[in-house]
Structures are given as structure tokens and as C-alpha cells.
């Protein structure tokens, strides 16, 4: 029985990453100025970057997994960052309100894009697409360019706001509870309800799920109002972390999700994938951009692309080889 | 459940990398104090050319000091890029870091944060006046703006209409040096009609540049208020073939803009001088690291330096005209410094 869960773990994608991610560590805390690396300072900073990243790469991943793509995180994230602290600061809503009105935007954004590939038979790629050139504009619009912040003299909830991007509770940022809750929801709603189910099966095959009598539409509301709920949540986060809304913000950040979700199984083509391997994935993506700094003492940001790429590339190969090589052991 | 397995040893990783933020600062291992180097970072608002002779005079600074300098430069203009760079040497326990800050309202209680924790900060380039940084040195963007708006005068006598480019003309460089180039003008017949943002996208500023010459036949002069606008309206200006009517006037000397220059196909540019900034940066954070005094640091600098520090603590290294006339002195003075051409 043990033997068999140890198994069927060393069989997973996942686990490829995990490995990688623990090698990247290592190394980086053995060199000269590695030793810091594993500090505490360091750790809060890291854990809260990648829960950050996590956040909407859980998103991301469970629309690849339905078979679809959402290229509007990003400018949704600066975008949602914008509305949230125009409500606070500038139309003096409270912080309860603004949020729920941020995440109940962001869900509908999600529902629309579900009913425009749906009922048009559009692409995912193009309906995302143009939101995200629109979001990008729009908070633009609204603020004429110019960033809004949230100090006690722009709302009376300005420290409870400024509390979610930078507190800590018994040191761990606050960020890291949060993505720790969604991961764990949208793990129990993925993997133990009928929704989750139909989620992955309109993944493997989208004519064998509607000849089923599955409905797609209701599934693809699902995928697409969870993936920019979360964005919204994420650009709630952002807003904090950087103490005010930013109009422009977030921009590529699509990229970033895609990539943690990929790089530790979400197949592009769907169906596969779990949504904890795309915190993995962000894991090991902020792992390698705060090691640079630790390892590369000059023009270290002239290294990030060669080395995510590389890194990237390697874990997939890798990946393949795992898969390979235990099909031929089966 | 067929993924439990991962799950159970993915969360134990995280629980165990969280843990590891319980430990408070002794996990640090007691230095060698007596031997160690001071280390200096500087970082940057991002990745353009205009920061090479930063580097040069921030190399030149560490070696007469014999301190360790580096800089970094976030790939984007991004706050929470440079939030996230900022937190990686606080990490590392630097001694000293020099900002250019993306945004004041992120990064000023960062920076905050870095002074309660004995890390001496200064900003250059831009300041977050908000914070408690000990200096500001760099260009006092309503003076240069005010620069440029005298250069204007001579090169438009009669007056006549002008139209700016810069990236974001509600970012507090470009909103001061707009605000100078108007109080130079001010009483003459010069109009700065208008100002066109491009995001910091050189394609784009070209083609707010097209844009005007199409649409404005009486434009007399294009202003470039950020590094990469003053190329970008050169190769509009000679692609249109209308250098005759319009007198181009641009900040900062890029490679590019000093190949225009020395062509003449640009009127003149107001240059900062980011040499300084990597050089002042350096000596000021070792003088306040060594003597453990900012007022002593501060004094000792300024009778140093010849640069003299404003209420506070501001510390301004001014800007040069440079035309098709000056330019090869200008270059070889900064090859005596050890700038190829920049």
C-alpha cells in the first residue's frame, strides 16, 4: 500500500519539478552569498512572491485543463488593482465592499468571455485577447495614467488594505494564507466534486462531454469566472503589495501563469494537470528570479530571460523522459 | 485521490519553507567584521543605455574606495519588479542601496523598512522625497526642463509651434521638466501645443512623431522628453524630409542620439550626467556607512564633491547643452572618464 502511493507519486509530473526545484536550492544556498538565501528575510519575501504568482496561475491552470486559454490575467490583474483602489480612495467604499465588488466584476469578466467562445464558437486565444487589450486601456481611461494610492488620508481603510499585499501573521505573509486557501478549495473542487469531473473531461474531449449531456457552457462559465475571479484577487493583492492601483500594470503577466502551469504538467491540449502543480510551477519560476540576485552579482536582470528559459526547457524534457521511461516500464 | 501522493509532499515542502520564516535574524552566522568589504548596490529604474556611464562612475568610485559596488537593473519599469529586487539585497544584509525609484508611494515605506533595519538607502535619478531616505542625488528635472526651454529660445527666435513626446507625461520627471520648458517660454511666441505619451515604447513614440508631421504642417520644433524619444524624432523627421522646417531638441545622449548630433540632424540635447549619479552614490553611501554620522557624511561630501546639498538633503549634479558644435569635446571628456559613447 505504501509502496504503491510512493509509486504512483514518483510517476507524477509533478515530482520531476519538485526535484528540480530542491536541486535549484541547494544550489543556490551553496554559494558564496547563497547563505542568505535560505534566511528568513529572504524566505518571507519568496514565499510571498510565489504566492502572489500562485494565486492566478491556479486560475490559469484550470482553464488550460478545461482546453482553454485566458491571455487577460494580466492586464485584468492591473486593471482590478485600478478599480479596487478607485473604490476605496476615491469613492469612499469600505474594503469589504470594494473587494466583493472587485471579485464579483472579475467573475462576470470570466462568465462573458465563457459565453463569447461559447454561443460564437470564438477562439479563447482571440475573446482573451481583445480583453486584454481592453483592460489595459480602460484602466488607463479612468485614471488619465496616473497611479492611485491608498494612504489614511485617501480612505480610513487604508491600513486593513495595505494589510493583504504586505502583513504577516506569526511571520508568513499574509499572501501565503490566501493562496494556501484557494489552492486547497480549488484542489477539493477539482478533484472530489462532479464539477471538477465535467472540468477535465471538457479538457480530454469537448464532443464526447456535450454528446454526454454535460453542459459546456455551464462548465466553461465554471473555468473562465474561477480563472479571473482569481485574477481579480491577485490584482487586489498587487495593488497592496505596490500600495496603489497601477493603470498598465500586470502587463505579460499571463505569461508567468501559463508558464507555472505548464512547466509542471497542464498539457496546452487539456485535460491534464493539477492546479497544485501550477503553485509548484510558480515555485519554481520565483525560485530562479530571486536566486539570480544571490548567484549573479552583475547585470543580473540581463540573465532572468536566458535562465528561466533554459530552466523551462530542461523541466520539460525532463518531464518527457519521466513519462517515457515509465510507459516502457509499464 | 490519484494525486494525493504530490499533494501530501508539495505542502510539507511549503510547510517546511514557511517555517523557516519563524526563525528570526540569528539564523545569520556572525561575519568576520574586522575583514569585510562594504557592499554598495545600486538599483536602477530599468534597462536603457543612459545607465552605462552610471555603471562606469560607480566602478571608478568602488575602486578608489575599495568597497564592493553593484548595480542591478529590473527588466521593466514595474514598482513591484523593483519591490521585489530591493527585498532580494535586503536578504543579502548590503550594507548600502542607491534606488532610482519607479514609484514613491511602493517604494517609499520599502525603503522605510530597509533604514529600520540598518541598511543605509539614497536614491538617485528620481527620489521618494516621502521616505527616509538620507539623500537624493541626481538632475533637478524643473531646472533641466528649464535648460531646455532657453536652448529653445535661441534655436526658435521668431517662435512657433511645439509638440513633446515623452513616455508618461503624469510621471513626476517628465510632469518638472514639462513645467520648466514652460516657465523658460514663458513671454516668448514659443507654444508647446501639445504632449504625446508612449508608454516607453520607442515604435510608439515614432509614431506619435509621424503623426504630428502629418497632422501639424507648421510644426517649427519636436521636443523628446525621455532618452529614447529624441532618436525615434530624428528618423521620423528624416524620413519625412522636413529637417529644413523643424528644429528637433531632445534629453540625454544616447548612442543614437549622438550619431544625430554629430550629423546634425539634432538641434541639441539637454544631458544629465548619470556618471555622476554612479560615482556621488557610491562615495556618499561609504562615507555614511564608514562614519556612522550622516550630518559629518554630508559635510565631508559636499567640501569633496564641490556639490552642495539643498534643504533636504537634495543634492543636484545640473545638465549640459550639447549641439552639433560641442559634441566632440563633450565625447572627449567622457572618454577620459572611460565612457565609450554614451
Avoid at chain 1, 523551462?312 to 519521466?322: D, F, G, K, P, S
Avoid at chain 2, 539585497?89 to 550594507?95: E, I, L, N, R
Wanted: charged share 20%; glycine share 10%.
Amino acid at each position: 500500500m505504501v509502496q504503491q502511493w510512493i509509486a504512483r507519486t514518483l510517476r507524477t509530473r509533478e515530482f520531476g519539478v519538485v526535484v528540480v526545484l530542491i536541486l535549484l536550492v541547494l544550489f543556490i544556498s551553496s554559494t558564496e552569498k547563497g547563505e542568505a538565501f535560505l534566511g528568513p528575510i529572504s524566505l518571507q519575501n519568496l514565499s510571498r512572491q510565489i504566492a502572489l504568482l500562485g494565486v492566478f496561475a491556479i486560475g490559469e491552470a484550470v482553464v488550460i485543463i478545461a482546453g482553454g486559454i485566458d491571455l487577460s490575467v494580466g492586464t485584468l490583474i492591473g486593471f482590478t488593482g485600478v478599480l479596487c483602489t478607485y473604490l476605496l480612495a476615491r469613492a469612499g467604499w469600505s474594503l469589504g465592499a470594494s473587494v466583493l465588488a472587485v471579485l464579483a466584476f472579475s467573475a462576470g469578466v470570466g462568465v462573458i468571455h465563457a459565453l463569447l467562445i461559447n454561443r460564437f464558437r470564438l477562439l479563447p486565444f482571440i475573446v482573451t485577447l481583445g480583453s486584454l487589450f481592453i483592460f489595459l486601456s480602460v484602466g488607463q481611461l479612468m485614471t488619465n495614467n496616473v497611479p492611485i494610492p491608498v494612504s489614511p488620508q485617501d480612505s480610513p481603510y487604508s491600513e486593513a488594505f495595505q494589510f493583504l499585499g504586505n502583513g504577516k501573521i506569526w511571520n508568513i505573509p499574509v499572501p501565503v494564507y490566501i493562496m494556501l486557501g484557494v489552492l486547497i478549495a480549488v484542489s477539493v473542487l477539482m478533484h472530489f466534486t462532479v464539477v471538477g469531473r465535467h472540468i477535465y473531461a471538457l479538457g480530454n474531449n469537448e464532443e464526447a462531454t456535450r454528446l454526454s449531456g454535460i453542459s459546456v457552457l455551464r462548465t466553461q462559465m465554471i473555468a473562465y469566472g474561477l480563472c479571473s475571479l482569481l485574477a481579480g484577487l491577485a490584482g487586489i493583492l498587487y495593488a497592496s503589495y505596490q500600495r496603489q492601483g497601477i493603470p498598465g500594470s500586470g502587463l505579460s503577466y499571463e505569461l508567468k501563469a501559463i508558464a507555472a502551469a505548464v512547466v509542471s504538467g497542464c498539457s496546452l491540449s487539456g485535460g491534464q494537470g493539477t492546479v497544485i502543480g501550477a503553485v509548484i510551477g510558480a515555485g519554481l519560476l520565483n525560485v530562479i528570479l530571486s536566486g539570480i540576485s544571490f548567484v549573479i552579482q552583475q547585470g543580473a536582470s540581463n540573465w532572468e530571460g536566458t535562465v528561466v528559459g533554459t530552466i523551462l526547457l530542461v523541466t520539460a524534457v525532463l518531464n518527457r523522459l519521466q513519462q517515457q521511461w515509465l510507459s516502457r516500464k509499464r | 485521490m490519484r494525486n494525493s501522493g504530490i499533494y501530501i509532499v508539495a505542502l510539507a515542502a511549503l510547510v517546511l519553507m514557511t517555517a523557516g520564516c519563524g526563525k528570526k535574524e540569528q539564523a545569520s552566522a556572525p561575519s568576520t567584521t574586522g575583514e569585510k568589504k562594504v557592499r554598495i548596490v545600486l538599483i536602477t529604474n530599468g534597462n536603457s543605455p543612459f545607465w552605462d556611464p552610471m555603471e562606469v562612475g560607480m566602478r571608478k568610485a568602488a575602486e578608489e574606495l575599495g568597497c564592493e559596488a553593484i548595480s542591478r537593473r529590473p527588466t521593466t519599469d514595474s514598482p513591484a519588479l523593483q519591490r521585489q529586487i530591493i527585498e532580494e539585497y535586503q536578504a543579502q544584509k548590503v550594507d548600502g542601496i542607491g534606488i532610482s525609484v519607479i514609484e514613491s508611494d511602493t517604494i517609499g515605506p520599502v525603503i522605510d523598512e530597509l533604514m529600520n533595519s540598518g541598511i543605509k538607502v539614497i536614491t538617485f535619478d528620481s527620489d521618494a522625497a516621502n521616505s527616509k531616505r538620507i539623500a537624493y542625488i541626481g538632475t533637478n528635472n524643473f531646472e533641466a526642463g528649464k535648460a531646455a526651454g532657453e536652448a529653445a529660445k535661441k534655436l526658435l527666435p521668431e517662435g512657433g509651434k511645439v509638440f513633446g513626446f515623452v513616455g508618461n507625461q503624469n510621471a513626476p520627471n517628465a510632469r518638472e521638466r514639462i513645467a520648466g520648458f514652460k516657465e523658460a517660454i514663458k513671454g516668448t511666441n514659443i507654444v508647446l501645443v501639445d504632449v504625446f505619451d508612449d508608454n516607453k515604447d520607442p515604435a510608439k513614440a515614432r509614431a506619435n512623431v509621424e503623426n504630428v508631421l502629418q497632422a501639424h504642417k507648421d510644426v517649427k520644433m519636436l521636443l523628446g522628453l525621455f532618452s529614447y524619444d529624441g532618436p525615434q524624432i530624428a528618423a521620423a523627421v528624416k524620413e519625412a524630409g522636413v529637417r529644413d522646417k523643424v528644429k528637433i531638441l531632445c534629453f540625454d545622449a544616447e548612442p543614437e542620439t549622438i550619431n544625430h548630433l554629430k550629423r546634425g540632424e539634432i538641434d541639441a540635447t539637454v544631458v544629465q550626467k548619470p556618471y555622476e549619479f554612479g560615482y556621488r552614490s557610491v562615495q556618499l553611501l561609504y562615507k555614511i556607512i564608514t562614519l556612522g554620522d550622516v550630518d559629518k557624511a554630508l559635510k565631508e561630501f559636499e567640501a569633496e564633491s564641490g556639490y552642495k546639498v539643498a534643504p533636504g538633503n537634495v543634492i543636484d549634479t545640473g545638465v549640459e547643452i550639447i549641439t552639433p558644435q560641442n559634441i566632440n569635446d563633450y565625447l572627449k571628456r567622457l572618454e577620459d572618464l572611460g565612457i565609450k559613447s554614451s
